[in-house]
């Protein structure tokens, strides 16, 4: 088998992983949830959607109607060679698995809203470039659902405010975005650089574990107080009340211009999915989920 079907068929694995099985440690983080949630009705939603987990596992069917559109970051080291075919392959496994898995066909035309009927269109599956060392290139998906993206938010704060306004920007948002993406959450929180680059470093961010905190202690530190601070505010699983508004919030920085401090926000639902393939330039393949 050539390199182009064998990272196509590496894709569609992926693919498929990634909206059938939750990652272990959202998963560990919602059975925590659910033991510790002390609202009767907070506690009766996590129970419903462990068992949507359990349902979905074991009939080998998407844990959620809105498989999202698709989103790769593909970090392509400098051993591994021509990389051209890559944006091709990714596409033709989304066809495939938007038949197969199924995928529910949810790319449109942004103007006409026409459906391209296989979830993939112009920039679609959008694909997060970068590059690394070895003779492989790594892959990792994430198909991302309407509800919680649509609560995207993004600010220029004034630099002077600093971390306190980076605090209230969060709380509020995540306020005003109440029951709408599906809580409780991971939220992703991108800082620095300019204002694309906030947005892309925030959804970035919900890329790693909910369980591993940023390396850089400050940061660290302020993700556990921005996650205990959203947990205050009573919102709970689906919006209906409780403990657990969010199961983890994860930061990414960038360096920015001395008068600028922009802030993007990017929140996934409970249904925090995300699956990883390493594939070799000599063929093997690794899955990372």
């Not at 925590?32 to 979905?56: F, H, P, R, V």
């Not at 080291?77 to 496994?93: K, Q, W």
């Not at 306004?165 to 809580?183: E, H, M, N, S, T």
């Amino acid at each position: 088998m050539g390199i182009e079907k064998t990272v196509e068929k590496a894709a569609l694995e992926i693919l498929r992983q990634a909206v059938i099985y939750l990652p272990r440690d959202v998963k560990e983080a919602l059975n925590s949830a659910y033991e510790n949630e002390t609202s009767e009705a907070g506690k009766t939603q996590l129970k419903a959607i462990l068992d949507n987990i359990d349902l979905g596992e074991s009939r080998k069917t998407p844990i959620c109607q809105d498989t999202g559109v698709v989103l790769f970051y593909v970090t392509v080291g400098r051993n591994f060679g021509d990389c051209s075919f890559i944006p091709d392959v990714l596409s033709a496994a989304v066809r495939t698995a938007t038949t197969e898995v199924p995928l529910r066909p949810n790319a449109v035309h942004p103007i006409t809203r026409k459906n391209s009927g296989d979830n993939t269109g112009t920039n679609m599956p959008y694909i997060n470039w970068d590059i690394g060392d070895g003779d492989y290139i790594e892959l990792t998906v994430m198909p991302k659902g309407a509800g919680s993206e649509n609560m995207s938010s993004f600010a220029m704060l004034r630099p002077a405010e600093g971390v306190s306004a980076l605090k209230r920007f969060v709380i509020d948002q995540v306020i005003k975005a109440g029951a709408q993406p599906c809580p409780p959450t991971v939220v992703g929180i991108g800082v620095g650089g300019s204002a694309d680059i906030a947005l892309k470093l925030a959804k970035k961010a919900l890329l790693r574990p909910i369980n591993v905190r940023h390396p850089e202690t400050e940061i660290a530190d302020l993700e556990r107080t921005l996650l205990g601070a959203i947990n205050m505010t009573g919102i709970g699983p689906m919006g209906l009340g409780g403990t657990f508004t969010s199961l983890g919030v994860n930061m990414e920085y960038a360096y920015c211009h001395t008068a600028s401090l922009p802030v993007g926000l990017n929140m996934q639902c409970w249904a925090a999915r995300r699956a990883t393939a390493r594939i070799h330039r000599n063929g093997t393949v690794k899955i990372m989920s």
